[in-house]
């Protein structure tokens, strides 16, 4: 749905390959289907990954062992163990890797992490609520059996740490597969919390991230991302590859990782 389409479109890249549990869907790309991935490895500088979290971390190794640059779905991996062999691949093997945190890449969110600071914050809150698990594309097995602080959380975490400074400590309550809620501190002092849920019914109001200082504060609607986040990432990622040393890597997934695993133990 995004990654395919993306890269395909260039202008910073081409889509050299695909590999799919589904040949049929992914044929109407323009580019070869390989029964192994092997052989896509064979043609391609970079992987990009759109597979659940687990087969990520397993194939993520294979790739980072072949020599390949990394372009890394969130989480990093289903579990911790996976997402630090992962990690260590990455390392070992000296290739670049960059984390598909989506907020990230879209000028409305780097503006607003832009004016952040002038607030002086103290604290924050972010809400990422949907029914996405009720039904349609993102109801998938992975999605259903662990719930939002997997999917979203890695979302919601990074906005907060990017916001007020890296996270030292979470609390979690609730039900993994329902409503969760995290309190989060932060290095600089900083508390702040987030509510995730993927099961409500009905229309939902957009994601969003709120800071608040002793200046004021900021806010910022996920609705207002806009196109640019998806080209922006891939643009980054072709440097990424000639260049290395993006800042959303591999080590800064595990360390999003660590705070999910945290957070999920307290859940239960």
Known sequence: MVHAPTLAAGPHTKLAGVW???????????????????????????????????????????????????????PLAADLDGARRLADAVGEAGVASQMCLTWRYSATTRAFLARVSAVEPFGGYAANVSGALLGGHFATPWRLERGAVLDVGPHMID????????????????????????????????????????????????????????LGSESLDGDALGADAFPTMVAEFAETVRRGGHPLDAAHGLRLQEIIAEAEAQLG
């Open 20 to 74: 799919a549990r589904r040949p049929e869907a992914a044929a109407r790309f323009g580019a070869p289907v390989f029964d192994r991935i092997e052989e896509l490895f064979d043609v391609c500088e970079a992987v990009v990954f759109s597979v659940p979290p687990a087969v990520q971390a397993e194939l993520g190794v294979l790739a980072a062992k072949a020599g390949k640059a990394l372009l890394l779905e969130k």
């Open 159 to 214: 906005m907060l740490d990017a916001a007020l400074g890296t996270v030292t400590g979470v609390r979690a309550h609730g039900n993994p597969t329902g409503w969760v809620g995290l309190l989060l501190e932060h290095e600089t002092g900083a508390v702040s919390e987030a509510s995730l849920c993927m099961s409500v019914p009905g229309p939902t109001p957009p994601s969003r991230v709120e800071v608040y200082g002793r």
